[in-house]
T-cell receptor, first 114, second 112 residues
Framework: QQQVKQSPQSLIVQKGGISIINCAYE??????FPWYQQFPGKGPALLIA?????SEKKEGRFTISFNKSAKQFSLHIMDSQPGDSATYFC?????????????FGQGTILTVHP | NAGVTQTPKFRVLKTGQSMTLLCAQD?????MYWYRQDPGMGLRLIHY???????AKGEVPDGYNVSRLKKQNFLLGLESAAPSQTSVYFC???????????FGSGTRLTVV
């Protein structure tokens, strides 16, 4: 049972372009939506996160857009750089007694060509 | 400031063998988690712990056991390894005040 669906599986972008990765969720109790970045041979690292009370959050070149009614959220990477080439995971969790257990999407392999 | 340390980094097991993966964190975090990562499936939660002496099942617990005898350590055991357990295993920890995880660098396990 995949509660968070992520697309596309892979994405190729030219340097300077915009990378967009989308996620959709089913459980309306989710109240925390992070994105993780993973380089080969490393563990995932928190990139940016949003809560459902805002529709957008921006940190540098990375922006999360959140659509609560559609139960969708997306990651936008502006001015994509070769150093952004990595696997990206969206995730979701419920606060309170769920102990912060994260449910992850399937991952997107991003390749940025120079 | 090591964060989350996983040992070993690589291991090859024969079917039916047992092993223990060790996760150690030095951030005094209450919560610890074991995930497995498989291509096209993201990370799936195996077991987790909300404090010393506690453990609970996650999404895919079958074939695994865990223990958290000390707050800083979370052990994942495979009693009788199967090829389906070939995966990359990640440990993560989280403090009580913030939702962000700190992940280890992973253990790549191959069961032949």
């Amino acid at each position: 049972q995949q509660q968070v669906k992520q697309s596309p599986q892979s994405l190729i972008v030219q340097k300077g372009g915009i990378s967009i990765i989308n996620c959709a969720y089913e459980n309306t109790a989710f109240d925390y939506f992070p994105w993780y970045q993973q380089f080969p041979g490393k563990g995932p690292a928190l990139l940016i996160a949003i809560r459902p009370d805002v529709s957008e959050k921006k940190e540098g070149r990375f922006t999360i857009s959140f659509n609560k009614s559609a139960k969708q959220f997306s990651l936008h990477i502006m001015d994509s750089q070769p150093g952004d080439s990595a696997t990206y995971f969206c995730a979701a969790s419920i606060g309170g007694t769920s102990y912060g257990k994260l449910t992850f999407g399937q991952g997107t392999i991003l390749t940025v060509h120079p | 400031n090591a964060g989350v340390t996983q040992t070993p980094k690589f291991r090859v097991l024969k079917t039916g063998q047992s092993m223990t993966l060790l996760c150690a964190q030095d951030m005094n975090h209450e919560y610890m988690y074991w995930y497995r990562q498989d291509p096209g499936m993201g990370l799936r939660l195996i077991h987790y712990s909300v404090g010393e002496g506690t453990t609970a099942k996650g999404e895919v617990p079958d074939g695994y056991n865990v223990s958290r005898l000390k707050k800083q350590n979370f052990l994942l055991g495979l009693e009788s390894a199967a090829p389906s357990q070939t995966s990359v295993y990640f440990c993560a920890s989280r403090g009580g005040t913030g939702p962000g995880y700190t992940f280890g660098s992973g253990t790549r396990l191959t069961v032949v």
